[in-house]
């Protein structure tokens, strides 16, 4: 028998059309207006903050906060070794150097001891500090921010925290995304919540969250004319994303429980067999939204990542491999790595579970039975 279930599809609350028509009648189809307003506070009053601003892409956010963070030709910023490359290569778009830290087993998120290594080991080579710091609260899970946040400040660096894949994931209660300077998150139509293409940055202040939107639309000076003294970006969220967004807002909270239901789904079903380890948060300090369940597969069952890929797509089920490091792209393989092995392992033993919330138990039930009778024949 074959599905089609798929790793993480936009699940529409229902109300979206309303919002559409709304912007559509008032003829606001343009990147402001009165749904992006509406969109940042309902994100602002969700992450418990003020200052959001909502941007075309969570690249884009990272971008800004780059931007704001002064982040030019010839810095080095410090990058998470395991993500989606949209984590670093703004860096590069600044014409600055990433600097590749790997993760720590517990989370897969950036090592708080080689991240003080790396700091020390730049400051001795370049006779410069890293200009700041982007950890990634990947699949969800959050970084251990406490101890990254006390070494940053040990340096006086500023974290950017991407937390794209983080919506509703806390750390000791509080939201992901609200710890660093500045935080980015994503509405890509595979995030937790969508606007078919979107994102936003946190910001630490009303002034920071101006200067925001002054860059995101051109960095244009209020003058009679077009004048511009720097350059500027057109990273502004456009008003008919923003009103499905707003639609998607209202069922937020219901997404991630979801989300975190797949998971335990999973975890109960996949504790018995041998060579799974579903992840899960290390302690009652992490609450993952777990954006993706994951495992890692014991090497000694004989069984790569990509076979299991392949045998679950024969019954219409998507899966993925983890992110695959940084330092391992080809045109990352000049930049500075500070890597134990840590996050190759994890790639080499990892797969992501389709974990949208649109998911019925029954279909979760369907993959984990597939996962389990494709062990029991091919484990050695
Ligand atoms: C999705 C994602 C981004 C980029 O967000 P877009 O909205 O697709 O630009 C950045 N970092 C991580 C870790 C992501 O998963």
Not at 174 to 190: I, P, Q, V
Not at 219 to 232: A, C, K, L, T
Not at 255 to 261: C, E, G, I, Q, Y
């Amino acid at each position: 028998m074959k599905r089609n279930i798929k790793l993480s599809l936009p699940h529409l609350t229902g109300t979206e059309q309303k919002y559409i028509d709304e912007a559509m009648r008032d003829c606001w189809i343009v990147p402001l207006g009165p749904h992006v307003d509406e969109f940042e506070h309902r994100l602002e009053s969700y992450l418990g903050c003020d200052d959001v601003v909502a941007l075309s892409a969570g690249t884009a956010a990272i971008h800004l906060g780059l931007v704001m963070l002064d982040v030019k030709a010839g810095d080095e910023v410090i990058v998470q070794d395991l993500t989606f490359s949209a984590s670093a290569n703004p860096v590069c778009y600044q014409g600055a150097t990433p600097v590749f830290v790997d993760s720590e087993p517990d989370t897969y998120n950036m090592s708080p001891s080689l991240l003080d290594a790396a700091i020390k080991d730049r400051i001795k080579v370049t006779g410069r500090k890293p200009k700041a710091i982007i950890p990634v609260h990947l699949y969800g899970m959050p970084a251990k921010m406490d101890e990254i946040m006390e070494i940053a400040a040990n340096y006086e660096i500023p974290v950017l925290e991407d937390a794209a894949e983080a919506l509703g994931s806390e750390y000791r209660g509080r939201k992901c995304g609200t710890f660093g300077r500045y935080g980015a998150l994503s509405f890509n139509g595979n995030k937790v919540i969508t606007t078919s293409g979107g994102g936003a940055l946190i910001c630490p202040s009303k002034e920071a969250a101006s200067r925001v939107k002054f860059y995101a639309t051109q960095s244009r000076e209020n003058r009679p004319y077009y004048y511009h003294e720097v350059i500027g970006f057109n990273y502004r969220l456009s008003n008919i994303s923003a009103a499905i967004g707003c639609g998607q807002i209202e069922s937020l909270q219901d997404r991630v429980d979801r989300r975190r239901a797949i998971h335990r789904l999973y975890s109960e079903m996949l504790a018995e067999v041998a060579g799974i380890t579903v992840q899960d948060n290390p302690s009652p300090e992490f609450d993952s939204n777990f954006w993706l369940s994951t495992i890692l597969i014991d090497p000694a069952t004989g069984i790569l990542p990509d076979q299991l890929r392949l045998a679950l797509l024969e019954k219409g089920i998507e899966s993925r491999l983890l992110w695959r490091p940084m330092h391992m792209m080809p045109f990352f393989a000049d930049a500075p790595a500070y890597v134990d092995g840590t996050a190759e392992s994890l790639f080499n033993r990892g797969l992501c579970l389709p974990s949208g919330s649109s998911l019925t138990d029954e279909d979760i039930i369907f993959v984990a039975e597939a996962i389990k009778s494709y062990f029991d024949d091919h484990s050695i």
